[in-house]
């Protein structure tokens, strides 16, 4: 990879990590999503490389053509077309670069190390929420965003599941490492907690315990797997009074809390009010939660032929009277909104194609790297089918996930992913 495109991928990772900042904090921009486009394309296509046997490539065309396709059925402009499924073209084609175009190891731990940095970076967004603002606000995701909520339980839930793991399969800690790692976990928690986001006290407890269970048959064969229970113990410990804490704090979660409860009391009624919100309707009869708005716009869709074939037409979503017709007033998902807008065929292949790149290995097997797999597509499948569209409507997720696949499992890459995964050098 040249210079200036190994330069315009840094810039990529900056936009796309400080987009909030630009838009709330120093410029007071409206919308700072055409940076992130132009930084995008400028990497994308400077130096454009293609190689079709990169995986998903056949399954991305197929996307392309039925989103066409299905735009023409609609009525829907070319632009519209675009608008709609831009974010998914971007992370397959910055998914192609990356794969392709060769880097060398010691390219990988600069690139590796500024992504880990725009991780640590969003205690910044997240203090100046907490402290200067004084408040917790949905749309303040970090310095990342300030529109996009349910990016502040997504992105801790990614970064911190990938760190449980990346801890899980380290014989020896150095103390840079357990530094940055804190980080990375404060980081991810700070997100969450300012943007007053209620899933992360429900999803991380439930990935660290899937990242232990895809972990322990590897993991109890080391000779290190007792040290590594005593420490899953000792953050197990820790991490109970800081879940408390944030459901005590956290809008809807602390309504019927009052102060004087258990833990188990906590998480019970926690537990309940979940469980009430996935069922819950307005009071127009419509559906608000995201269970029963799945479960809605799936059955309409398999009796009605057109909304099955082509959907309503992209961007109708949030149009009253789309929402009249299907019966839901929130609880939209990824797979859902793909639904409504374009169809099964469309929604299908999105799917395919995103777990295509997730899960198809041409390089090195490591058991590290293929629980890390694993977990990506458990993040990929339980965002798009059970909470939101975050990984279809902007790069926060996509370009970090992206940029690891690219190292594990390209061929170009044999060398650097076996050096990064069985080396300390990250945290030199």
Known sequence: MSKVKLNLLF??????YTQGMWERTLFFLPDATYIVDVAIVAFIMFQFKWNPRTPGSKVFFAFLLTAFLVGITNSDSITETFLYTRFTIYTYLIYVQVYNLGLDTKTWFRLLKFSVWMIIIQVLGSLYTIFFLGEQIEGYVGLMSSSGGTTAT?????????AFLYYLFRSQMLWKEWLILLLVFLSAFLVGYASGKRGI???LPVF?????IMAFPILIKSGFFKRKLIGIVSITILLIPVLIFGIFNS???NYSLSGNESYSEVVSNSFSFAEEYESATDEYGRTIGRSNTTTQIIDKSLSDPTLFISGVGYGTTKEEST???LGYGYGLVGFTRDLISAGWIFSVLAVIFMSLIISRNHSVKLGLTKIL???ILFIFLYTHFFYSSDFTVSLKINLLMVILLALINSPLHKNAS??????NRLIK
């Open 418 to 423: 076996l050096e990064v995964f069985t080396s």
């Open 11 to 16: 810039l990529c990772l900056f936009f796309v």
């Open 208 to 212: 660290f315990i899937i990242v232990l």
């Open 373 to 375: 797999r694993r977990l």
């Open 323 to 325: 929402m009249l017709r």
């Open 154 to 162: 997504i992105f801790p839930l990614f970064v911190s599941s990938i």
């Open 251 to 253: 809008r809807g979660l």
């Open 201 to 203: 006290y429900f999803t």
